[in-house]
Structures are given as structure tokens and as C-alpha cells.
């Protein structure tokens, strides 16, 4: 992954002046012991707010990019909180249970200064990342932090990332037409630019010295078998280098890119194929681009791929699975009923690596039937990689700003199953549990579109703490059978 930030962690210890500072310093020594070597120890003891100014300079002079606010005793309300103001990064805090036994000069009441904590963080509207039981020993917070990581780097490359897009977004595709307001609210910037303006930009391209170089690669990655079209290679690598570049030029003041593209119907016919696999590569080194120049679809992928330090990939939430097919290839070898299943699909810009060894690259049917004679053999509406998604845990999540600018999430784990589709396009059996139920009262009920993001391993957990930390309110998953929705019929 050469796009998604690295997490450097720093610890600052905060100590309320009534209480003997050396139980925080002692207990900061002891999280540093139990976490590890690569966390900055910071040696200032914040309690009071000069303090706290020396403490936040270290961390910054030493290259911390996100922090570990710990309270080894009460702590001092005001100067720790205003530690996240100071600071150009996520914060967490968290706070030392009782140790040894002794309740005299061992007892910190930390557990009962978090509370004052998180007041305080509220009264400044100061975001601040509080683990679900924040209080704990050396060990507990050792891991608390590591969980804090992946958090902190999706949080910090949403702050630093540009989303460009090729657009126009398609009118009759409201998956991809939603407000951007909410992308600001974030702290996303956003690039739009005319399809046009990348056309002259692929032109500008041709001939590029580099071109074989990425040929050769496209070659090696999809072997024998999977390289249906070597004379298309260079005109995907031409375009491959087009986008590369274009990132590098425009990220301006931004550290991170993704982008949301369109790709039909023009596209094929002016640039000679269809973008999907050369999608699918920048995908797998943490570049996503988002297909129909779906702007959240983008995001999503890109805090997945902050999140999972892997390949993500953008699907449809797409087709129901032939009743004969769940008979024969699932009911009674899988723990799925037929409405927990469903099939994920894209017309082929999952990364190679997510799929199964058949994968090729082919051409995109749908708009072989619209663009291409019929009858005619496959000509510019090639450029597809198809085949069967990898058997794996997933992680099916969206987030999206709806209508009146608001936005909502959701989440839900589950796996692909290892059945063969007997279709076209990238895609894959998904079985989510309680799956009819989720479709029906989170994705209809709340209107979210049909693309979603999907991240190879259950990442529920940091993804929801992520949302959260985002300020997004609605946050929805897939509710077992015992808990209905607050929209379910219970009749």
C-alpha cells in the first residue's frame, strides 16, 4: 500500500497536581513496556497548561502523528483535552485502573477522571477517541492502542486525502449523485474535472518511455492464461500512467488521492476499452477508483484500505442466488438461508489478487450488447478482469451523505462463499447472516445505493469506532434475529 498514511504513535502521561505524579510516570513506563518499541514515550508529565504546550511540541519534533492521552491519576481536565487542540492528529484517551492493592498513595481515580475528561472534551468540541472500556492495566491499554492504529490511520488519511473525479456523474445513477457537502465536513477535498480534460491528458501520454515497463508487468501479473488481449496492454498502460500522474500533479496540498471515474458509455468508444483493470491494479496499492464516478463509493474504499492495509474493491450489491443454486451448493454445508445470500459483482475492477487463479481480463458484456454490433466480436468494450471473487471473510460498508446532506453508514461482516457463480464480471456468492432483513430495513429503509465497499477480513470493529470518530450519527449493521429494527413489522 504506497497511498495510506503511517501511524506513528506518541504517549503523553497527564498527572492532576494533588496527586503524586510519579504513579502516571510510572504506569506511562509500564504501557511503553507492555506495548512494545515502536511508540514515542514522551518524557513531559502534563499538569497544567504550559505543560501541556512543552508536551505537545515534543511529540510534534519527534514525528508523532497520532497520540495516546494517558491519565495515570485523575488528570487535569482542562490542560489534557486541550492536548487534542494543540495537536495536528487523533488523540485517544485512556485511563489507568487501580494496581497493586494499595489504595493510599496507590490510588490514582483515574476511572473517576475520565468521566471529567470526557465533559470536558464535550464543553470544547474537541473530538477525542474513548475505546468502549477505557480504563485498564499496562496490558489493557497496550492493546487499546493497537486497535487505536488502524484507526488512526484511516482518520488521518481522510484528513489528508483529494478525491479527483472524471465526471460528469451519470444522471440516472443515484448511487453516485449525492451531495458533497459532507465531503468538506469531513475534511475531503474534491477535484472535478471533465472527461475531456482526461482524453487530452491520455493523449499527451503516448509514446511515454514507461509504457512497456507497465506492459510487462500487466503481463507478468495476469500469466498465460489470463492475458486474453496483449495487443491491448500498452493502451491500458497508457492510461494507468495517465492516472498515476494525474494524482502526483494534482494532489496540491493533500497527502493521499482516490478517484471516481466515469467509465460508460463514452469512455470505451474514445478511449479504445474499458478502464476496469487498470481500476483494479491502482486498487491494490491503495489508489481506489470508483466506477460511475461514485465519490462515496471512493472514500469508502480508500478508509477500508486505511483500515485493512490490503486491497479493497467497490461491488454492486448486485443479484439474488437462484434458489437451485443455494439447494444444491449451500443448504446444508453453509449456515445460510437463501435470503442471507446474495451475489456481489462490478464489471471487473477487483485487484487480481482478491481473485480466483481463472481471472482474466475479458470484455464487459453489458456494454458489448449497448456500444458494440451485434454479432461483432468484442472490440473497445474490452479491458474487464473477470472471474470469481477469493473465497474470504468480508466486511460489506458503505458510508454516504443522503439527500439532505446527512451522513449515514453501515456495516456488516460476512464471507464469500467458495461456489462458483457461472456468471460474468468480478464477482462472488456473499452471505451476510440476517442478510433479507439488513437489505430491507437498513439499505431500502434508508435509502443507500447499490454500490458498496468490501474489505477482505472482518473489520467491523475499527471501521464502526472510525464512523463514529467522523461524527456520522446513523451508523446501521446487519441486527441478529432476536433484535428487530425499529421499522420491522413485528406481526
Known sequence: MTNIPHVKLGIIAVSRDCFIIKLSETRRMNIVNAFGSDIYECPVTVENEIDMKKAVEDVKANGCTALVVFLGNFGPETPETLIAKYFDGPCMFVAAAEGDGDLIDGRGDAYCGMLNCSYNLGMRHLSGYIPEYPVGTADDIAAMIRDFIPIARA???????????????????????????GLYELGVEVEENSELDLRVSYREH??????????????????VTGNNYPDLLPKMAQFELTLLDWAEKHKGAREYVAFADKCWPAFPKEFGFEPCYVNSRLASRGIPVACEVDIYGALSEYIGACVSGDAVTLLDINNSVPKKMWE???????????TDTFMGFHCGNTPSCKMCADRAVKYQLIQHRLLEPEGSAPD???????GDINASDITFYRLQCDSEGILRAY????????????SFGGIGVFAIPEMGRFYRHVLIEKRFPHHGAVAFGHYGKPLFEIFKFLGVKDISYNHPKFLPYATENPF
Not at 488521518?156 to 451531495?179: E, M, Y
Not at 511515454?208 to 510487462?216: F, S
Request: one cysteine or more; glycine letters at 10%; a negative charge.
Open 380 to 386: 473497445f468494450t474490452r479491458g474487464t478482469l473477470e
Open 206 to 223: 503516448a509514446g511515454d518511455a514507461r509504457i512497456g515497463d507497465v506492459c510487462k508487468d500487466m503481463a507478468d501479473e495476469l500469466g
Open 328 to 338: 444444491e451448493k449451500i443448504k446444508g454445508v453453509y449456515d445460510y438461508s437463501l
Open 155 to 181: 482518520v488521518i488519511g481522510v484528513k489528508n486525502l483529494k478525491i479527483i473525479t472524471f465526471g460528469p456523474r451519470p444522471q440516472d445513477f443515484f448511487a453516485c449523485n449525492a451531495p458533497i457537502k
Open 411 to 422: 456495516i456488516a461482516q460476512g464471507e464469500v462463499l467458495p461456489v462458483a457463480t457461472t
